[in-house]
C-alpha cells in the first residue's frame, strides 16, 4: 500500500516562496507519475505539476509555469514542489497525487491518480 505524506505549507506573504515535499512509502515510484494538485473551499481540484517519471518530463499548469519548480529525490521517493514568487490566489490546499501509466493527455485529470496524500494548507497573505 502507498502512502504519501505532505509537509511545508504555512503562511507566507505575497512575493515570498515556500516547498512543499511530498514523501512515498510502500513501495519505489522511480517509474510512477508524482505530482501535486490544489482545491480550495467550493471548487474542484486543480491540476498544478507533475513528473511523469523520475528523470521524465514534468507539466506545469499555465497559472504556476515560471514560477513554479518541481524535482525528485529518487532515493528518498520523494517529490519537491518549489513555489517562488507567490501570489493570494495560491492560497490553498495542496495535494499529492501518484499513478502508474499516466497517459500524457491525462496528466490533468485527478481521476488518472491513484494515491493522495492528506494536503497540507498554504496561505499567501499580507
Known amino acids: 500500500q502507498v502512502q504519501l505524506v505532505e509537509s511545508g505549507g504555512g503562511l507566507v506573504q505575497p512575493g515570498d516562496s515556500l516547498t512543499l515535499s511530498c514523501a512515498a512509502s510502500?513501495?519505489?515510484?522511480?517509474?510512477?507519475?508524482m505530482g501535486w494538485f490544489r482545491q480550495v473551499p467550493g471548487k474542484d481540484y486543480e491540476f498544478v505539476a507533475v513528473?511523469?517519471?523520475?528523470?521524465?518530463?514534468?507539466h506545469f499548469a499555465d497559472s504556476v509555469k515560471g514560477r513554479f519548480t518541481l524535482s525528485r529525490d529518487g532515493a528518498r521517493n520523494t517529490v519537491h514542489l518549489r513555489m517562488n514568487s507567490l501570489k493570494p490566489e495560491d492560497s490553498a490546499v495542496y495535494y499529492c497525487?501518484?499513478?502508474?501509466?499516466?497517459?500524457?493527455?491525462?496528466?490533468?485529470?485527478?481521476?488518472?491518480?491513484?494515491?493522495w496524500g492528506q494536503g497540507t494548507q498554504v496561505t499567501v497573505s499580507s
Open positions: 510502500g513501495r519505489t515510484l522511480s517509474n510512477s507519475a
Open positions: 513528473s511523469r517519471k523520475r528523470g521524465g518530463s514534468t
Open positions: 497525487a501518484a499513478g502508474d501509466g499516466i497517459i500524457l493527455s491525462s496528466i490533468w485529470n485527478k481521476n488518472s491518480y491513484t494515491y
